[in-house]
């Protein structure tokens, strides 16, 4: 999915606003019984959800000029950009589909669970023709509990407030949107689902590809960084969309532009033959993975060397016959 994709997919939303509906489902801390499980919320609230959820849809994608959508393998240092999912799902994040497939989850029983054991709420939007689900992580300081002591207003006096309480706002962590998941805050998943451990399965494909095309003497020291998720994360890009070793560039070639480029010169070793690669410095291995990811260029018009991360292609498709 690109930004066009989903900017068209989120218009007929817009467009069908009348005739969509809102649900909400919690999913809890218990890891006995996690859920998803229905909330009962009155139509005038489920009027007002959905209200601030397609606002929110407007002011985080449709009404940005400059709306960046990439796959999350590719994640690099940009700011603002969303992620298209495509990793291996967690568990966890399962959810988000079975509050589109089942339309007779059970409800939550407020009586016997606390409103600080939902962990985060799945807001479904939709109709019998599509549906959306945001994922909505409830922080501590959104569960407002019996232990405070609340005043409302109430006409022209304060009344207390004597129950738990939730305060929902527009923001959200992912959207599960006509098959994909989106990603908009990477460090909340980094830190959650599992993530770190579908990062390193992925990580270790990219170092089997590097020992695949023989491109470095001490694969070793990679694997040692499997446990940073800053590295793994790093190592996952390597694997799903490497130029470098998807075009098969011979090793020698490698060798003679970390020779001959200013960025490169004199920061990487080689082995006795100058054929490969060794990597003894944290500086050799951060430019290893950067050289794989071709982020040293040269401007054909200026000859100027540069050194960039955000790279969109504007190499053509080929044509259908």
Request: net charge negative.
């Amino acid at each position: 999915m690109n930004a066009a994709e989903l900017k068209e997919t989120l218009q007929t939303y817009y467009d069908d606003y009348e005739n969509i509906g809102v649900s909400v489902y919690a999913v809890l801390k218990n890891p006995e019984n996690p859920g998803p499980l229905k909330l009962d919320i009155e139509a005038e609230a489920s009027v007002g959800l959905k209200e601030l959820f397609i606002q929110s849809l407007r002011d985080r994608f449709s009404n940005k000029d400059e709306l960046t959508v990439i796959d999350l393998s590719s994640a690099d240092e940009r700011v603002d950009a969303v992620y298209v999912y495509d990793l291996e799902i967690p568990d966890e994040l399962t959810s988000l589909e079975t509050v589109i497939s089942q339309d007779d989850l059970p409800l939550l029983n407020l009586s016997d669970e606390s409103l600080s054991s939902i962990k985060a709420l799945l807001i479904e939007i939709g109709n019998n023709v599509g549906q959306l689900v945001f994922y909505k992580t409830m922080a501590p300081v959104n569960i407002f509990g019996r232990a405070s002591f609340f005043l409302r207003k109430t006409q022209s006096r304060l009344e207390r407030l004597e129950d738990e309480f939730l305060r929902v706002s527009a923001g959200f962590q992912m959207l599960r949107i006509n098959g994909s998941l989106l990603v908009l805050d990477l460090e909340s998943v980094e830190k959650s689902f599992g993530f770190h451990d579908v990062i390193k399965r992925e990580a270790a494909a990219g170092i089997s590809a590097i020992e695949a095309a023989r491109l470095i003497v001490n694969s070793d020291v990679l694997r040692e960084l499997l446990d940073d998720v800053k590295y793994a994360r790093r190592l996952t890009k390597v694997a799903k969309a490497s130029p470098v070793l998807k075009a098969g560039v011979p090793s020698q070639d490698i060798v003679r532009f970390c020779q001959t480029f200013p960025n490169l010169a004199g920061r990487i070793r080689f082995n006795e033959t100058e054929d490969r690669i060794v990597l003894d410095t944290k500086v050799s291995k951060d430019l290893f993975i950067k050289l794989l990811m071709d982020d040293f260029l040269t401007s054909e018009l200026t000859k100027f060397h540069y050194t960039s991360v955000a790279k969109d292609s504007v190499d053509k498709e080929p044509e259908e016959p």
